[in-house]
């Protein structure tokens, strides 16, 4: 049995989108089959076209699928990705996770691992805050956290954040923040791997 990870991001300037791609190459190396997803823009155009990096990458990501609710119901496990907006996640994502409702109320989203990625322009801007959020919406899913913790070098190395990866500054992610992001991919895949009995992809070592 192959298990399903959905890694579901909002990006207005392409940082958390690149973490999303990394989360899912991490998902991917541990054997997952893997649904790269964008929550649908809801910012008005004139708004995104103040901004020209704005503008750059959601012309540049056009193609990449828009989540939707049918996303959820066939992961086995999730992937949350925002940037951070005043401690919170932003609204393109709130957005798309208050639509499932009714996945929440049939239990389709229970006992599935989640995880959660973030971005801050500011090392203290907010960032754990942003994932605590989320981990408000998987408490109430029913699902299990699955954080990176103090698990593995990435982590440390990335600025050692246990709740999620997390890229700072305004030049995007950095090396460090894509490996910790890999790595926050397949440690979930190797949950969810666990959690359906299903073997371990030949080559890839139990999280701690």
Excluded: C
């Excluded at 399903?4 to 991917?28: D, F, M, N, P, R």
């Excluded at 500011?122 to 990176?148: C, D, K, Q």
């Amino acid at each position: 049995m192959t298990v399903k990870v959905a890694v579901i991001y909002y990006s207005s300037t392409g940082t958390v989108h690149a973490l999303a791609q990394a989360v899912a190459e991490g998902a991917t190396s541990a054997g997952a089959e893997v649904r790269l997803r964008r929550a649908a823009e809801i910012a008005p155009a004139d708004a995104i076209d103040q901004n020209p990096m704005w503008r750059r990458h959601a012309d540049a990501t056009a193609s990449v699928p828009v989540a939707e609710l049918d996303d959820l119901a066939w992961a086995d496990a999730f992937a949350f990705g925002t940037p951070t907006r005043f401690g919170t996640p932003a609204a393109q994502l709130k957005q798309f996770i208050d639509q499932a409702g009714g996945l929440w109320r049939d239990g389709v989203l229970a006992d599935k691992p989640a995880t959660a990625f973030t971005s801050a322009f500011n090392r203290h801007g907010g960032s754990e805050a942003t994932i605590l959020a989320l981990g408000n919406v998987f408490y109430h899913w029913g699902a299990v956290i699955i954080p990176p913790g103090f698990t593995d070098a990435t982590v440390y190395a990335a600025g050692g954040n246990p709740y999620g990866t997390v890229a700072t500054g305004g030049e995007g992610a950095d090396a460090a923040a894509l490996e910790a992001a890999r790595y926050q991919g397949r440690r979930l895949t190797e949950f969810a791997v666990r959690l359906s009995g299903a073997p371990l992809a030949v080559g890839v070592s139990q999280a701690a």
